[in-house]
């Protein structure tokens, strides 16, 4: 049964970078593609970046340049290197598998305020 947990999240001013890590167990993380989400206060959930197995990555216009998704096969963990923090980018901030075992599954999520 997949299980994420994400971590990593904090108080940051904005300019600042934070790096976020989500551990995966009770898939055969390589052959997923890893996704990581965010979700503002009263907003819907949005998909902030993709890595698909072997390295390729995809973003979200509004993180382009900033944001930064990696993974790493042997550690089962995929991150995400978050510079130039804005405020509009505070959320909780959740991975995902790409398919999902389970559908409904999310994990706790971590949450990012960026804020002076």
């Known amino acids: 049964q997949v299980q994420l947990v994400e971590s990593g999240g904090g108080l940051v001013q904005p300019g600042g970078s934070l790096r976020l890590s989500c551990a995966a167990s009770g898939i055969i993380f390589n052959i997923y593609t890893m996704e990581w989400y965010r979700q503002a206060p009263g907003k819907q959930r949005e998909l902030v970046a993709q890595?698909?197995?072997?390295?390729?990555?995809n973003y979200a216009d509004s993180v382009k340049g900033r944001f930064t998704i990696s993974r790493d096969n042997a550690k089962n963990t995929v991150y995400l290197q978050m510079n130039t923090l804005k405020p509009e980018d505070t959320a909780v901030y959740y991975c995902?598998?790409?398919?999902?075992?389970?559908?409904?599954?999310w994990g706790q999520g971590t949450q990012v305020t960026v804020s002076s």
């Open positions: 995902n598998t790409l398919p999902r075992p389970n559908p409904s599954y």
């Open positions: 890595v698909i197995g072997w390295g390729t990555t």
